[in-house]
Every structure is written in C-alpha cells, then in structure tokens.
Nanobody, 124 residues
Framework: QVQLVESGGGSVQAGASLRLSCEAS????????MGWFRQAPGQEREFVAA????????YYTDSVKGRFTISRDNAKNTVYLHMNVLKPEDTAVYYC?????????????????WGQGTQVTVSS
C-alpha cells in the first residue's frame, strides 16, 4: 500500500503561481511513477503531468506545457507540481496518483493509488 497526501492548493488570481506537493508513504513509493490529474465540476478526470520513478522522464498534457513542471524528491518521498501563469481554466481539484506501469501514464484507470485531492481556484 502507498498513501498519498496532497497539499498546496488555494485561490489565486490569473497569472499567479502555485506549487502543489504530494507526500507518499508506505511500501517503496519511490519505485512508482507519479502523475497529477485534475477534475473540474461536471467533467472527467484529466491527465496533467507524469514523472518516472527515477525522475528521468516527464510528460505533460498540451494545455499546461511551458507553464507547469512536475518534479520529485525521492529522498523526501515527495512529488511536486509547479504551476505558473495560472488561468481560470486551470480551476479544478488536483489529485496525485501512483502508477506501477509507466506506459499507461495518462490513463487514470491504470493508476494504483490516489490522494484525496487539493482544490485550485483561479479567478480572472
């Protein structure tokens, strides 16, 4: 079992920055790839970014490329999502998740463990 706890969400103005954190605990969390997803009201959960267990590769959905950066500190068992130039359309609940098979990095159905989510609200 891997437990995930997100933090860092909040309410900001458009153009601001936020950093989300996801602390992992439990069974060998550093062996898992990690992803960030988001879900806005009435919409499906959407892939945002993913990073391999080693941190050697990262992937992003097109709408956040150049604005968001995913990173991890395995010594702290923590994954981060640095979000810059936030837009109102980034408003959602953001979830981190752990994945054992990286080939499925953008498919939420393949993730093994999920955090409880943290709200990000961006006003214009």
């Amino acid at each position: 079992q891997v437990q995930l706890v997100e933090s860092g969400g909040g309410s900001v103005q458009a153009g601001a920055s936020l950093r989300l954190s996801c602390e992992a605990s439990g069974r060998t969390p550093t062996t898992y790839a990690m992803g960030w997803f988001r879900q806005a009201p009435g919409q499906e959960r959407e892939f945002v970014a993913a990073i391999r267990g080693s941190g050697s590769s990262t992937y992003y959905t097109d709408s956040v490329k150049g604005r968001f950066t995913i990173s991890r500190d395995n010594a702290k068992n923590t994954v981060y999502l640095h979000m810059n130039v936030l837009k109102p359309e980034d408003t959602a609940v953001y979830y981190c998740a752990a994945l054992s098979q990286f080939v499925y990095y953008n498919d939420p159905r393949k993730y093994n463990y999920w955090g409880q989510g943290t709200q990000v609200t961006v006003s214009s």
